[in-house]
């Protein structure tokens, strides 16, 4: 679960990082009379997941109350990379002495949080850690053990910053990494991290994203600004399948996240644009398979579907009396592939010649099958 | 020879009483695997499909010889319940749990390696040597003994290699799904290094999939300690950036964790990569006769 940056930034808040000051606003009105509360010039930011948000004309600085509520009627009227935007950040401008990077995320590699600091904050890192490698400062921080003090003193002194700075520096690297245990983070990220002109130390931005299968009780309730999501992924969500929405014509509906990826791939070898990513899991009965027919369906870029399941916990029998009983139920218009092989594969064939659905012999086949009858419509 | 199993394995079930375990369980008899003890806390003295039932791993330890455990705990409970068997220096644990907090995993990860014994998963459907021992969820009737390792991060996508394998012909000496999270006790590096000294294992299969470096560390590897003949196989080619695939693990982050970025790091080092499950099979029978024409 991501978060927007106002979410992160109460996080922030919580364990004592100071932030800018600011509150937010889903309409112009409320826009402006933030700005008013504020006084003085105020920074309207959009509220998107997505990055590149001040290149896209999402962040925009306003002198006066009138002007911050002109920028956010536009800014409340963008999307973003395809991401609407429904709340802007309503912030007091602050002026920057200077800004560092600061962040924790998890070392997939080296199996332990790592911290990366860089004296060089507001930019991309990654295009950092291409072009001055060594202006990026990285640790690991033992997971039995956490963050300690001679890592952070060891990681200030080779950035060779103005000794003043090591305390306040140094509190805001513990603060961080309290948050990073305390709301089981996979990402912390404050970029930048801005000392102001008037001795002030503030998180300008946050990104924080959280381990969804470990929200903390403390964010109960929060899931609900999730990614602005298609109504498919919601529906998806609710009914417990593991959905991606992707920009291409064939419904892909499968068992196994390994599998159903191989699937795409075959059909995208194949010539075809998959439209969708959906995994039933494992021992998914006859309701899950209409559950899953029906989010797919619904769908109405799809022009095809295939049916792709190997059937090891899950029954091939069960399968094929959801697919059957959606059949019926809604009618399936578009052309319709299916492979089905495993357990009780006999008896779900038999289901499905009964209804004049005949399973292709393999994965490969039923790719290069969806995509013949999708391009030809049959 | 297979790795990590055998016949003679006898295996521990964490939380057999449950409806997965209890599931698995019969599943794993049926096949054969030497299951001696089960543990469910406040269950002890009880008797599962004639398998006896301990409260806590210890005890089963006190009456049996354990030598792997298989763990089916719901997931706020598996970290603890995967310390416990590491505590008891259980020499391999299986945890078959999905969605497992990777705060958990962090601290379960460095605890094991402390202790000097082997994790499987994650979120793994487990190992099979076939024709002697299964821990695990893995099908019953898809394998078939014989020269071909395999070790992959996903469930029914090694199931479908494995089927069409087992189809061609070709048997597998030990087939091991390592889990599709972002932190798992064993990787590619790891098992492929036990498929090396195996000498059973002829030709090794590698199935990846998007998400983190570790195929273009196991490419590293395998050319510098493997000489047995690798076959890869990618998942995720078509898909996007930032989206999570099914699987934790499974997410392109920034230029990180695309599956071209893993073909072309193996087919750099030698190792051919299969673009369908099919070209798996192709690709292994021409590595096993090269092998055997070169002998």
Not at chain 2, 68 to 83: E, R
Request: proline share 4%.
């Amino acid at each position: 679960m991501r978060l927007q940056e106002y979410q992160g930034k109460e996080l922030f808040r919580r364990v004592g990082i100071s932030v800018s000051e600011g509150q937010i606003a889903t309409t112009p009105q409320e826009a402006e009379e933030i700005a008013r509360t504020l006084g003085g010039a105020v920074v309207v930011k959009a509220q998107v997941l997505v990055g590149g948000r001040g290149k896209a004309g999402g962040v925009k600085l306003a002198q006066t109350p009138a002007e911050a509520r002109a920028h956010a009627e536009k800014i409340l009227q963008m999307s973003i990379k395809g991401e609407r935007v429904r709340k802007v950040l309503i912030t007091r401008a602050v002026e920057i002495e200077r800004e560092f990077y600061l962040s924790i995320t998890i070392d997939r590699s080296a199996k332990q949080p790592v911290v990366i600091f860089s004296a060089e904050g507001g930019i991309e890192i990654e295009e950092l850690a291409k072009t001055h490698p060594e202006k990026i400062i990285k640790f690991h921080i033992h997971p039995l053990v956490g963050l300690q003090g001679y890592q952070v003193r060891t990681a200030l002194f080779q950035a060779k910053l103005d000794p003043k700075w090591m305390t306040p520096l140094s509190e805001i690297f513990f603060k961080l990494y309290e948050a990073f245990t305390r709301y089981r983070a996979h990402l912390v990220e404050i970029n930048p991290l801005a000392l102001t002109r008037d001795g002030r130390w503030l998180a300008v931005d946050a990104k924080v994203m959280i381990d969804d299968d470990d929200v903390p009780s403390e964010l109960a309730g929060w899931e609900a600004e999730e990614l602005a999501s298609s109504s498919e992924e919601r529906a998806a969500r609710e009914a417990d399948l593991q959905y991606v929405k992707l920009d291409g014509s064939i419904g892909i509906i499968g068992n196994g996240a390994g599998l159903v990826m191989s699937t795409l791939d075959l059909v995208a070898l194949n010539g075809g644009r998959p439209a969708n990513f959906l995994d039933i899991g494992g021992g998914a009965n006859a309701e899950v398979m209409k559950q899953a027919l029906k989010i797919v369906l619904s769908d109405s870029q799809v022009r095809g579907l295939f049916i792709n399941i190997f059937g090891g916990i899950t029954r091939c029998d069960e399968v094929a009396r959801g697919l059957v009983a959606t059949q019926q139920e809604l009618g399936i218009r578009v052309p319709m592939v299916v492979r089905l092989t495993g357990t009780n594969e006999i008896e779900g064939r038999r289901i499905l010649q009964e209804h004049g659905i005949t399973p292709v012999a393999g994965m490969e086949e039923g790719a290069a099958e969806i995509v013949r009858r999708v391009s030809h419509n049959i | 020879m297979s790795i990590l199993i055998n016949r003679s394995t006898n295996v521990l079930v964490q939380g057999i009483t449950g409806s997965e375990g209890g599931f698995h369980t019969k599943r794993m008899l049926e096949y054969g695997t030497k299951i001696v003890a089960g543990v469910t806390p406040g269950k002890g003295g009880t008797i599962f499909d004639g398998v006896p039932v301990y409260n806590t791993v210890r005890e089963a330890q006190q009456h049996h010889a354990i030598d792997a455990t298989v763990i089916f705990v719901p997931a706020k409970f598996a970290a603890d319940a995967i310390l416990e068997a590491a505590d008891a220096e259980v020499p391999l644990i299986v945890c078959i749990t999905e969605h497992i907090p990777v705060h958990h995993m962090l601290k379960v990860y460095q605890f094991v390696k402390l202790k000097g014994v082997r994790l499987i998963g994650p979120n793994c459907p487990g190992l099979i040597a076939p024709g002697k021992c299964k821990i695990g969820i893995l099908p019953n009737h898809i394998f078939k003994p014989g020269p071909v390792g395999i070790v992959s991060r996903s469930g029914t996508l090694t199931y479908e290699i494995a089927d069409q394998l087992s189809r061609a012909n070709i048997g597998q000496s030990t087939v091991v799904g390592i889990g599709g999270d972002p932190i798992v006790g064993s990787g590619f590096i790891d098992i492929l290094a036990l498929f090396q000294k195996d000498r059973q294992t002829k030709a090794i299969v590698l199935v990846g999939e998007i998400g983190g470096t570790d195929e273009e560390r196991a490419a590293e590897f395998i050319a510098r300690e493997i000489t047995k003949p690798v076959v890869a196989y990618i998942a995720g080619f078509s898909a996007p950036p930032g989206k999570r695939m099914g699987h934790a693990g499974a997410i392109i982050s920034g230029s990180e964790g695309t599956a071209d970025a893993k073909a072309k790091a193996l087919e750099s080092k030698g190792i051919p990569v299969a673009r369908t499950p099919r070209e798996v099979v192709e690709l292994t029978k021409k590595a096993l006769s090269q092998r055997a024409t070169r002998i």
